[in-house]
């Protein structure tokens, strides 16, 4: 790799002498936050071969959290309460609506506005909030990039040692292989590829990559590399501000894409595979609200969701479902030692600039992710391997070092424990619209990790993403998930029970075991006294789809409008378009136009 343009980088990222000043001594913090990032790493119970000597520094130097959950187990819901330390069910931010819309985040301060309310100077890098609103930062450096991608043709495309079917599901969940050299590679239809980078929408530019040695950075090494140049810039200095500092480090998100040196870690025939036990969805509920019930017939309306979809396509790719998953889990494990690294090099950077015992470091995931267990292949479900994130604080002075703390904790509970270290006024809200945090600081937690004084509530509430007009927080589905137990309740009533102390892995449902009735009924009130009655609807964005819709009519009239403009759509020619089916027909024929894209200089 060529470090010139490092250089020339970092020389236009330092913050200059003037926007620091000396003030009373407080904690500095740095908050990492990786996507889809589940338990795949040392120091959990998750996967045996993952290699992360960096995240295991750490620990050494802290507090791990073995029982963290996120709130909701999607990007841009999970990331809006976690920086606004507001449940969905008491903002109303369930979905992908930009969260600033919202009337209750409207006014209420993120969490790295609040800190500059309280003379912090706030910087970050990556993707932080799913949609960047520029204003709530002092200082930013690169906005979200999902990148590399594989690129032919004038679009992206997944890579290319994928097989089909797998590959159709598009360049971002249905691509994983190494960053190396296109040149000679070709698709299918003899298109040349190339490497792109860049985001939901954003203009993108052309990745150079002549070898391993001599080729552009990754998203992910430029946000280290930004936050390794100001922590040093910040640490030469006499006197300074302290300062908040958020990394968004993309990977593990698909697509997993990382340099051939860290697919090279893990050999495809030493991965061991994930328990998963045969059968194990028959005696769960989600493919009741969102996928094709067992005994449906095939052009049944309800479609399958994601997690079933990618399970499927990716064991359909390959002679067996060992392979399939051994395949995917390389590419998972290999990104996942890619972030290890640019951890690592903070940490360097922290200890090497003398801000060790005066910075607290934070890393978190947004939500989890499953890899085959019940059939699911993705986020967005309620049960442990979508709910549950790693997290690891260190906060010297403060925080008990080389811990472990199983009291169920999660991402709504950041906010308030920043608050509470760093001695920030306790006022979050801008005006009366807003609401006060929702979470409980992990301080005695911090303290006494066995023991700690925990005020907060007994388990982790997590509520489920599904795609709609309007949300009703109580009718909504929710996962309660305590030291010993497991509580589900889908929108449809539906519950599942799961004895977690006993059975770590959920195998056996005991929602329908007489023996259990007591404990159902211990926890469904306990839902019900966490959330609002029903119609208490907190208030929301209207509703704007992508192209010009009557707000007024359902979303199953609009699609049979759509249907009537393109009967082409119907790909089974059964006589009724399913959300599949428009899908699939959108993206390949009919989609939404796109932003012209231009090349930029290479760094």
């Given at each position: 790799m060529k470090w010139s343009a490092f250089i020339l980088f970092a020389a236009n990222v330092f913050l200059p002498h003037s926007q620091w000043a000396k003030t009373d001594e407080k904690l500095n913090v740095i908050l990492i936050i990786c996507?889809?990032?589940?338990?795949?790493?040392?120091?959990?119970?998750?996967?045996?071969?993952?290699?992360?000597?960096?995240?295991?520094?750490?620990?050494?130097?802290?507090?791990?959290?073995?029982?963290?959950?996120?709130?909701?187990?999607?990007?841009?819901?999970?990331?809006?309460?976690?920086?606004?330390?507001?449940?969905?069910?008491?903002?109303?931010?369930?979905?992908?609506?930009?969260?600033?819309?919202?009337?209750?985040?409207q006014?209420?301060?993120?969490?790295?506005?609040?800190?500059?309310?309280?003379?912090?100077?706030?910087?970050?890098?990556?993707?932080?909030?799913?949609?960047?609103?520029?204003?709530?930062?002092?200082?930013?450096?690169?906005?979200?990039?999902?990148?590399?991608?594989?690129y032919a043709n004038g679009k992206k495309v997944a890579h290319p040692d994928v097989p089909k079917p797998y590959s159709e599901i598009g360049a971002v969940d249905g691509s994983y292989g190494p960053f190396v050299n296109l040149s000679r590679r070709k698709t299918a239809e003899g298109h040349p590829?190339?490497?792109?980078?860049?985001?939901?929408?954003?203009?993108?530019?052309?990745?150079?990559?002549?070898?391993?040695?001599?080729?552009?950075?990754?998203?992910?090494?430029?946000?280290?590399?930004?936050?390794?140049?100001?922590?040093?810039?910040?640490?030469?200095?006499?006197?300074?501000?302290?300062?908040?500092?958020?990394?968004?480090?993309?990977?593990?998100?698909?697509?997993l894409i990382v340099p051939q040196r860290f697919f090279d870690m893990f050999p495809l025939g030493k991965i061991k595979l994930p328990e998963i036990r045969p059968g194990d969805i028959e005696d769960t509920f989600a493919q009741t609200i969102r996928g094709i019930p067992s005994g449906a017939e095939p052009n049944s309306s309800r479609t399958e969701d994601m997690g079933t979809r990618l399970f499927k396509q990716l064991v359909a790719s390959y002679p067996t479902k060992e392979e399939a998953l051994r395949r995917f889990i390389q590419a998972y494990l290999a990104s996942v030692a890619s972030v290890d690294e640019q951890i690592g090099r903070i940490l360097d950077a922290v200890d090497e600039s003398g801000l060790k015992d005066s910075t607290m470091i934070i890393v978190t995931s947004d939500h989890g992710w499953g890899m085959g267990e019940k059939d699911y292949l993705y986020k967005n479900s309620l049960w442990q391997e979508s709910t549950q994130v790693p997290l690891w604080v260190s906060a010297p002075g403060i925080s008990k070092e080389n811990a472990v703390c199983e009291q169920p904790v999660s991402l709504i509970d950041l906010y308030p424990t920043l608050v509470d270290l760093c001695g920030l006024?306790?006022?979050?809200?801008?005006?009366?619209?807003?609401?006060?945090?929702?979470?409980?600081?992990?301080?005695?937690?911090?303290?006494?990790?066995?023991?700690?004084?925990?005020?907060?509530?007994?388990?982790?509430?997590?509520?489920?993403?599904?795609?709609?007009?309007?949300y009703d927080p109580a009718k909504e589905s929710y996962s309660l998930r305590g030291k010993d137990w497991r509580y589900i309740r889908y929108e449809n009533g539906k519950e599942e029970l799961y004895h977690a102390r006993k059975d770590s892995l959920e195998w056996h449902?005991?929602?329908?075991?007489?023996?259990?009735?007591?404990?159902?009924?211990?926890?469904?009130?306990?839902?019900?006294?966490?959330?609002?009655?029903?119609?208490?609807?907190?208030?929301?964005?209207?509703?704007?789809?992508?192209?010009?819709?009557?707000?007024?009519?359902?979303?199953?009239?609009?699609?049979?409008k759509y249907f009537s403009r393109h009967p082409k759509a119907d790909t089974n020619k059964d006589g009724k378009l399913t959300w599949q089916e428009y899908k699939a027909y959108r993206d390949k024929f009919d989609p939404p136009p796109a932003k012209p894209e231009t090349n930029s200089k290479k760094p």
């Open positions: 996507d889809d990032l589940n338990d795949y790493v040392e120091g959990f119970d998750g996967h045996p071969n993952a290699i992360t000597p960096n995240l295991v520094r750490l620990a050494k130097r802290g507090v791990r959290f073995t029982q963290a959950h996120c709130n909701i187990p999607i990007c841009g819901p999970s990331r809006a309460s976690l920086f606004s330390g507001i449940y969905p069910h008491n903002s109303g931010c369930f979905g992908f609506t930009k969260w600033n819309t919202y009337e209750v985040l006014n209420s301060r993120t969490l790295m506005d609040h800190f500059r309310e309280n003379g912090y100077r706030t910087m970050g890098t990556g993707k932080l909030m799913h949609h960047m609103v520029r204003e709530e930062w002092k200082n930013f450096g690169n906005r979200s990039d999902y990148g590399p991608f594989a590829m190339s490497w792109r980078n860049g985001g939901w929408g954003q203009l993108s530019k052309e990745l150079r990559v002549e070898s391993q040695e001599d080729r552009d950075q990754t998203p992910d090494e430029m946000n280290g590399d930004w936050a390794v140049a100001n922590i040093r810039k910040i640490g030469g200095l006499k006197g300074w501000r302290p300062f908040f500092m958020g990394v968004g480090f993309i990977r593990p998100h698909t697509p006024t306790s006022e979050t809200r801008k005006n009366d619209k807003g609401l006060p945090l929702d979470g409980h600081s992990m301080k005695p937690l911090l303290l006494h990790p066995e023991k700690g004084d925990w005020d907060g509530p007994d388990e982790a509430l997590t509520a489920l993403y599904k795609w709609r007009m309007k449902n005991l929602a329908g075991k007489p023996e259990h009735a007591g404990k159902l009924q211990e926890f469904r009130k306990k839902l019900e006294t966490r959330l609002p009655k029903s119609g208490q609807i907190p208030p929301q964005p209207p509703f704007k789809p992508k192209e010009p819709i009557n707000t007024k009519i359902s979303a199953e009239a609009w699609k049979d």
